[in-house]
Nanobody, 123 residues
Framework: VQLQAFGGGLVQAGGSLRLSCAAS????????MAWFRQAPGKARNFVGS????????YYTASVRGRFTISRDDARNTVLLQMNSLKPEDTAVYYC?????????????????WGQGTQVTVSS
């Protein structure tokens, strides 16, 4: 499976963006999907994930209540709706396909990262 993230850009603090992640070369149905982000000089950090079957979601504390993950397996796509953006949300955002179906924050449990998309939030 190959992944490509879209939808990044420059936005003012308090604004919104919606990121999309399109999968090709295979299906993501039944597998967890996750978003991670990486700021310059920092490690790749977990943002949120959605399970492969029940659609349960799990978010890191800093984005809970502001970000929402959803998926459309018919289109092999996962979305990240980001509201009330803050300058500290600035990073390259990556999507990953889970090795299993359950939500997980460990990047080692995801692969097929693909290219990320840059999100920049100005103050």
């Amino acid at each position: 499976v190959q992944l490509q993230a879209f939808g990044g850009g420059l936005v003012q603090a308090g604004g919104s963006l919606r990121l999309s992640c399109a999968a090709s070369g295979g299906t993501v149905s039944g597998r967890a999907m996750a978003w991670f982000r990486q700021a310059p000089g920092k490690a790749r950090n977990f943002v949120g994930s959605i399970s492969g079957h029940t659609r349960s979601t799990y978010y890191t504390a800093s984005v809970r209540g502001r970000f929402t993950i959803s998926r459309d397996d018919a289109r092999n796509t996962v979305l990240l709706q980001m509201n009330s953006l803050k300058p500290e949300d600035t990073a390259v955002y990556y999507c990953g396909v889970g090795l299993g179906s359950y939500v997980n924050s460990d990047p080692r449990d995801y692969d097929s990262w693909g290219q990320g998309t840059q999100v920049t939030v100005s103050s």
